[in-house]
């Protein structure tokens, strides 16, 4: 299983980025993916997942409305846009397919 994220870096609050992982390994289009965040000193937390044929997208409170996962089974890939951005969304950014993960993408929002 390998998992690649890529498409952070640094913003502004108020910014945007997507993010984009990209699976192989395994049957991508068979599975749930979930993308995960760790903040420097905070542990690991869900942000996003969508199940395997791309429904059903959950989002935990803090990002709902601003964050949107999507995936393409065609390509292997999963998405997260992120807008709206603010500093407590700064972390590295993980997807996650049970529990395989990623080396991650880091997200620094800052003025």
């Known amino acids: 299983v390998q998992l690649v994220e890529s498409g952070g870096g640094s913003v502004q609050p108020g910014g945007s980025l997507r993010l984009s992982c990209v699976a192989s390994g395994f049957t991508f289009s068979f599975d749930p993916m979930t993308w995960v965040r760790q903040a420097p000193g905070k542990a690991l937390e869900n942000v996003a997942s969508?199940?395997?044929?791309?429904?059903?997208?959950w989002y935990r409170s803090s990002v709902r409305g601003r964050f949107t996962i999507s995936r393409d089974n065609a390509k292997n890939t999963l998405y997260l846009e992120l807008n709206d951005l603010k500093d407590e969304d700064t972390g590295m950014y993980y997807c996650?397919?049970?529990?395989?993960r990623g080396q991650g993408t880091q997200v620094t929002v800052s003025s």
């Open positions: 969508i199940n395997h044929d791309g429904s059903a997208p």
């Open positions: 996650q397919r049970g529990n395989d």
